[in-house]
């Protein structure tokens, strides 16, 4: 079975600073999706970034970007020039890409991030 | 605007009694989700269904029971046999097909046991 784990329950940056976010995951299928969600105090889920296994580029978007580690199952999430309002909860998701199977997703349990002003 | 829509936001139960956790979607979504979040344990995953009428039970699946009669709806009712109910409950749905695989969730509905 699939495992998603965020070893840092939570993290602090000054604002306009850069922060990295751990996860790591195990699997033994070789193509699926990852995915970082931002959860802010609204506890509204909002998808920050995907990146598809198959893919070597790293995903991009904005002040946001990952560090795709396939043979190390390992998908960080770095924040640049932090803002007040990045503060929140951010999970890292797995998805396996398999048509055949299930669409079932697998989170991890959190990282929360405080923007120090 | 398409989005998933979630009621109430706030509900309180007294133990005993089942409650119904609405969640509706309008875009046209063939995958839907339930989750429970509490604290320090992330979402866990408690019914999803992938086509209407059919649905599979998640990782905690006891306690509670969906049905999936139209597209656009996933209802999950908490019955009294959920021992510890009280938590945050989050929808979710997904395109069937395309490279878009990411769900969208609702806003979610916080159950209380009193």
């Known amino acids: 079975a699939q495992t998603v784990t965020q070893s840092q329950p939570e993290m602090s940056v000054q604002e306009a600073e850069t922060v990295t976010l751990s996860c790591t995951y195990d699997?033994?299928?070789?193509?699926?999706?990852l995915f970082w969600y931002k959860q802010p105090p609204s506890r509204q889920m909002i998808l920050v970034i995907r990146?598809?296994?198959?893919?070597?580029q790293n995903a991009t978007e904005n002040r946001f970007s990952v560090n795709f580690q396939k043979a190390a199952k390992s998908f960080s999430l770095k924040i640049s020039d932090s803002q007040l309002g990045d503060a929140a909860m951010y999970f890292c998701?797995?998805?396996?890409?398999?048509?055949?199977?299930?669409?079932?997703?697998?989170f991890g349990t959190g990282t929360r991030l405080k923007v120090l002003a | 605007d398409g989005g998933i829509t979630q009621s109430p936001k706030y509900l309180f139960r007294k133990e005993g009694q089942n409650v119904t956790l609405s969640c509706e979607q309008n875009?046209?979504?063939?995958?839907m989700y339930w989750y429970r979040q509490d604290p320090g344990q992330g979402l866990r995953l408690i019914y999803y269904?992938?086509?209407?009428?059919?649905?599979q039970k998640g990782d905690i699946a006891e306690g509670y029971s969906v049905s999936r009669e139209k597209k656009e709806s996933f209802p999950l009712t908490v019955t009294s046999a959920q021992k510890n109910p009280t938590a945050f409950y989050l929808c979710?749905?997904?395109?069937?097909?395309?490279?878009?695989?990411?769900?969208?969730f609702g806003p979610g509905t916080r159950l209380t046991v009193l």
């Open positions: 269904s992938q086509i209407v009428n059919d649905f």
């Open positions: 979710a749905s997904k395109v069937g097909q395309g490279p878009y695989n990411e769900q969208f």
């Open positions: 998701a797995y998805r396996s890409r398999s048509t055949s199977g299930t669409y079932k997703y697998i």
């Open positions: 875009l046209n979504h063939d995958a």
């Open positions: 699997t033994s299928e070789s193509d699926y999706y």
């Open positions: 990146q598809e296994a198959y893919k070597q």
